[in-house]
């Protein structure tokens, strides 16, 4: 075909008309390797050894063929069962997706359609309402409330009954603002409501201990779905690879909407020697819980406005514009992230909290930057 021909398109086809108008999430993820990077709240030491391990073991044979998931769900369950799980899960009940954001795309392509309602809070994690727009679905995020920014959950609660929710997403802790919410208040939720799907995103769970999984019966409640990640506290966020798990039968819905081998083999393989290796994960959270105290102290000691309760990050407000001093660290090799799109916490930098190690390293320089500006 002459591509000067007069019958040649002239435009690129049309897209759906939500897709059009996406506003994409839009995240500063490059370049960051040789910084100290408390911006994503990732593990900042690396996986385990374990995993760095298996992964170089990895033969050609491994490479060229599709990926194997056998033993993978068992895998998880058994290390779900070592940190306290007294449910009995069975394989059908576990989905596994190229990363949590995986699962929560495929979470709102199975379930969202146009019309539909999400409810969630504000601020939350920044990927479940592009899923929803992308849908056509209507959201309805209902602020944080007072000065510490505790769950709405009366607001919550009151929507629930007056108006047919299809989707609820909890992030607990939320991300960004740290807020716990008790695992009975989800069931409560979840109870008031049976038509809708609860998904709790417990991405930072382990900093904080509150999940609705240990004595779950997903037979009482086929409405709750958890996800889970080892992109985190077990260092594998470039690997991508995270976890649904819920009633068999809202795991196959999801499941049918994502391509037969969306998570790689390195994925697998490193998944279940990061699961093998749960003393290395429980070290790293406990070395983070320990700088999260420091850095508290810190921050109450110099009466710097922040917000500090679960998962491995807290909010500071600084004395001076967030950008200026975002950058100002930056140019001394740590990077933060900034907030400054976000209601509520505009004006605000989220910082990842890692070793105690990297935590005084980050306030030695971040004093520096705020005392630099006072005498400018
Ligand atoms: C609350 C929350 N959910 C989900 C994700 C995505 O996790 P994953 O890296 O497994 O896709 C993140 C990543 O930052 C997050 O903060």
């Not at 077990?234 to 039968?249: C, T, W």
Request: charged share 20%.
């Amino acid at each position: 075909m002459n591509p000067d021909s007069k019958t040649f398109a002239k435009n690129a086809p049309s897209p759906r008309h939500e897709v059009e108008n996406l506003e994409p999430y839009k995240a500063p993820l490059e370049g960051r390797r040789n910084f100290l990077r408390l911006d994503f709240n990732e593990n900042t030491i690396g996986p385990s050894p374990r995993v760095l391990d298996a992964l170089q073991r990895i033969s050609a044979n491994q490479i060229s063929i599709y990926p194997e998931y056998s033993g993978l769900r068992e895998a998880l369950i058994t290390n779900l069962t070592q940190q306290g799980l007294e449910a009995s899960l069975v394989v059908e009940q576990i989905g596994i997706f190229n990363g949590v954001d995986a699962a929560i795309h495929a979470i709102f392509h199975a379930y969202g359609d146009r019309g539909d309602q999400l409810l969630t809070t504000t601020p939350t994690f920044g990927y479940y309402a592009p899923c929803a727009f992308m849908q056509g679905m209507q959201i309805l995020s209902i602020p944080y409330e007072g000065e510490n920014f505790q769950f709405p959950f009366d607001l919550i609660l009151k929507t629930l009954s007056a108006k047919r929710t299809q989707l609820l997403f909890i992030c607990n802790p939320n991300n960004p603002t740290g807020t716990r919410l008790a695992p009975e208040k989800i069931y409560d939720l979840a109870a008031s409501s049976p038509d809708t799907l609860v998904v709790v995103d417990e991405l930072y769970e382990a900093f904080t201990g509150d999940s609705v999984l240990p004595g779950i019966d997903f037979s009482a409640f086929p409405n709750i779905l958890v996800l889970r990640s080892l992109a985190k506290t077990a260092g594998l966020a470039g690997l991508r690879i995270g976890f649904a798990i819920g009633s068999a039968k809202v795991v196959d819905l999801i499941t049918r909407v994502t391509g037969p081998y969306d998570v790689n083999s390195f994925a697998v393989t490193a998944a279940f020697a990061a699961l093998e290796d749960q003393p290395y994960i429980d070290s790293y959270v406990a070395d983070v819980l320990e700088a999260r105290d420091w850095i508290k102290e810190k921050l109450l000691t110099s009466g710097v406005n922040h917000q500090l309760d679960g998962g491995n990050y807290f909010l500071i407000w600084p004395n001076y514009s967030s950008s200026y001093i975002a950058h100002a660290l930056r140019e001394k090799g740590i990077l933060v992230r900034e907030m400054s799109s976000q209601s509520l916490i505009a004006g605000s930098l989220r910082v990842s909290i890692g070793t105690i190690e990297q935590m005084k390293e980050f306030w030695k320089v971040y004093s520096s930057v705020e005392d630099f500006k006072k005498s400018m």
